[in-house]
């Protein structure tokens, strides 16, 4: 204790109280969980009014500078393609930042489409789990990705629970994540909608701001009991999700997660991550303080000084060999 | 290099030829070709048929590689976007990782605990954790989309609130605290004083250091795997205790992981171990079994507490369950069994077998959480062949890397302290009771003993 006294040491604790009572906050300090934007966009689809044509994929493609598919956007077979040993529907990829997935619903009945894409979650995983911070929830509620600082550990990918960052592998010297941006840069900045939402044909999508969004979805179900199931995706699952969806079938028949409970991804990595400070505290008295609990019954009076300590407890083991 | 010594040759461990009569030092190039001449090195290099396999290995697995770097991950990967980790970092980073383990239980043994018994062991430990820490950044090097870009997460951008950032940061530290803790052996070799001083003069500090970083990047690797609970199969998956079960069984790994050095240093290079390894090796040995062993059976309770505490039995009746019993009969129970009975027995052969198995459970432990049981509502991911052969030739390097060190730094044997009969260079002031007694040594007596 020689660089700083004791009454200064009292004297700064006491300023430092004053300047917390003064600068107090009025209200009382927001919870841990981030629940979006207030005013963040989001849109809503409607598995019931979708027809399957793909003009989403197309505008996507369009609008995103994406390659020319395999198969041209007309071509319908693309929904009978099956991958790994036919168990795996088509999923986004560096190609195609969205995909529309066909399912034949159990009883019979229509085929249900399904569009796939970022679901831009209020907290997402993939911008949690970054750890040079290439994600950013955008006030306008858009994930976004910036290549520029990727070191392409391709965590986000482990953790997005809806599989849906794709990497660009082939590259060898600039590979980077690919993922639908809500058209962050191009539409959604300005105020306008994502190319798939403008070109839908069957208004299956509608965007505007997430909570109205949530307003119309819930609507909709008391308007035609008949036609919804009465549940909203992404209103609360994982945190809840910028794209929301509203379908005629049990989600999990086409192809949602239904197990995933509504906590965000990094609340189970609270637990681990709150261990970390104490850790640090502790550890350094912890094992500080068995060195030394062990060095006394060894030194026989000797001083704690570790050099002289090691050497003459080196000196006995020397003498009993 | 064992016929080598049958016909005479006297493998360098001492700063100066003919230790007393001569003061003529080692220069480098002898030091490099272990008194060798360069003819009769690669003589015995030649001779040696592991470093044919060697050969074939890298024959094969350097062009890939290369290939690799030119022209991308998707060449020798399936460039899956369900299963962005494969190999090199299931195997690679999150088995070596745990392996590595030894570097800190040895230093915490010997430096804080003072049991000064273990310190025959204790250097192959430090660089056993040294190896494995090097060489899984590598692997993750070679996986990384832009490993160029591997310091930003220091220098660039931050993301702290990421497991990720505490593993880059944490192993990045600890690298360098490894370096420093198993650089005395590397000043010995050089034979600069001054610099070995100086690490033992902080070496409990680095110790500490070596405790909290390991506790904590261990758990991390396996808190990187809280972020998919829903794609790590729940009997692999704890929300609360991912990061424990990593640690805990990072501790069996890395003690086991030296017993299994060690049986191999013992059989394949006993030349070059000094009599105080040899000597001490199987009491240490013993040593290193009970605390695996203590390591094991905690390991055990809390993965069926992790069972329990999620209410996952339902799981065990299913075919996931049996691989989950079957991967801890294995890697965990089957040693322990092993353990206790040559323990009990004094039978340090089995004790060696056991170690060995506890090693290969660890590995499995790993692959299952990164790749077995990942993605477990998918689709299993077989990794393309050629991932296969550069995570073999990787695995080669490390080898090659390790029995080069071992070869020539004093880990193994100590190096003899001739040159402290050499007087102190008047610019060095004599510090301590310490110095004064390194002045004056026995003839033969180790450096290991002068601070």
Not at chain 1, 79 to 108: I, K, L, S
Request: aromatic residues 12%; charged residues 15%; contains cysteine.
């Amino acid at each position: 204790m020689s660089g700083i006294s004791r009454r200064r040491f009292l004297a700064g604790s006491i300023a430092g109280c004053a300047a917390t009572t003064l600068c107090g906050t009025q209200k009382a300090l927001a919870a841990g969980s981030f629940t979006g934007y207030p005013e963040g966009m989001g849109v809503l689809v409607d598995l019931t009014r979708c027809i399957g044509c793909r003009s989403c994929e197309a505008a996507c493609n369009k609008e995103q500078n994406l390659p020319a598919p395999a198969k041209p956007f007309d071509d319908m077979s693309v929904f009978d393609e099956r991958f790994h040993g036919g168990t795996q529907m088509r999923r986004p990829d560096e190609n195609a930042y969205t995909v529309v997935n066909r399912y034949e619903p159990e009883g019979g009945g229509k085929p249900v489409y399904r569009k796939v894409q970022c679901n831009h979650c209020n907290e997402p995983a993939c911008l949690t789990s970054c750890f040079v911070n290439a994600y950013t929830k955008t006030q306008e509620g858009a994930v976004v990705y910036n290549p520029k600082i990727c070191v392409g550990c391709r965590n986000c990918m482990i953790a997005c629970p809806f599989n849906i960052p794709g990497y660009s592998y082939s590259s060898a010297f600039n590979p980077v994540v690919k993922k639908c941006i809500f058209c962050h840069e191009t539409r959604l900045k300005n105020g306008r909608p994502p190319a798939c939402v403008e070109i839908c044909p069957q208004q299956a999508l509608t965007f505007g701001k997430r909570k109205d969004m949530i307003k119309i979805a819930h609507q909709r179900i008391l308007n035609e009991p008949g036609r919804y199931v009465d549940h909203l995706y992404g209103e609360k699952e994982l945190g809840g999700t910028g794209w929301m969806y509203l379908s005629s079938v049990a989600f999990e028949q086409v192809g949602f997660d239904t197990t995933t409970g509504n906590e965000p991804i990094i609340a189970n990595v609270k637990d681990f991550l709150g261990t970390v400070p104490m850790v640090l505290a502790i550890w350094p008295a912890l094992f500080t303080g068995f060195h030394l609990l062990a060095k006394r019954k060894d030194g026989h009076g000797h001083d704690d000084d570790h050099a002289g300590d090691h050497s003459a407890a080196h000196g006995e083991e020397e003498d009993k060999s | 290099m064992k016929s080598a010594i049958t016909r005479g040759v006297h493998p360098v461990d001492t700063p100066s030829k003919d230790e007393m009569k001569n003061r003529k030092s080692w220069n480098l190039l002898d030091k490099l070709l272990l008194g060798l001449t360069p003819r009769e090195y690669l003589a015995q290099a030649v001779m040696n048929p592991f470093n044919w396999i060697l050969g074939i290995i890298f024959a094969v697995g350097l062009p890939l590689i290369a290939y690799r770097f030119l022209f991308g991950l998707s060449v020798v990967t399936h460039s899956s976007n369900d299963y962005p980790w494969g190999l090199f970092l299931g195997f690679g980073l999150f088995a070596m990782v745990p392996l590595s383990a030894s570097g800190f239980m040895l230093g915490t043994t010997v430096e804080i605990f003072g049991r000064h018994d273990f310190e025959p062991i204790e250097r192959l430990a430090l660089l056993n954790g040294l190896l494995g820490y090097l060489f899984a950044v590598i692997y993750l090097l070679v996986d990384l989309g832009q490993p160029w870009r591997l310091p930003y997460p220091m220098v660039v951008a931050f993301g702290p609130a990421a497991v990720l950032f505490l593993v880059a940061w944490h192993v990045a530290t600890y690298l360098s605290v490894q370096v420093a803790e198993i650089s005395v052996a590397f000043f010995e070799w050089i034979g600069w004083l001054g610099g070995k001083r100086f690490i033992r003069r902080i070496a409990v500090g680095l110790t500490v250091a070596g405790i909290i970083l390991s506790t904590l990047h261990q758990g991390a690797l396996g808190a990187l795997f809280t972020y998919a609970p829903g794609k790590v199969h729940p009997l692999w998956y704890s929300a609360s205790f991912q990061w424990i079960h990593f640690f805990c069984s990072a501790i069996p790994g890395g003690l086991c992981m030296v017993i299994a050095v060690s049986t191999i240093v013992k059989k394949t290079m006993a030349w070059r171990c000094d009599g105080n390894f040899l000597d001490n090796l199987d009491r240490c040995t013993f040593g290193l079994a009970k605390g695996a062993s203590m390591g094991l059976i905690t390991y055990l309770a809390i993965k069926l507490i992790g069972v329990a505490h999620d209410n996952e039995w339902g799981y065990l009746a299913t075919g996931w369950g049996s691989w989950f019993m079957l991967e801890l009969a294995i890697g965990v129970i089957l040693p322990l069994a092993l353990f206790a009975w040559a323990i009990h027995n004094q039978r340090v052969g089995v004790v060696r077998l056991a170690a060995f198995i506890t090693v290969f459970g660890v590995v499995l432990n790993r692959l299952n959480t990164a790749l077995i049981a990942f993605n477990w509502k998918l689709y299993p991911e077989i990794p393309h062949v050629f991932e296969v052969l550069i995570t073999v030739t990787i695995f080669a390097i490390y080898i090659v890397v390790y029995r080069f060190i071992l070869y020539r730094l004093p880990v193994l044997f100590a190096w003899k302290a001739v040159e402290a009969e050499v007087p102190v260079p008047a610019t060095e002031p004599i510090p301590s009771a310490a110095m004064a007694r390194a002045s004056a040594p026995a003839a033969g007596a180790v450096y290991r003993s002068i601070d």
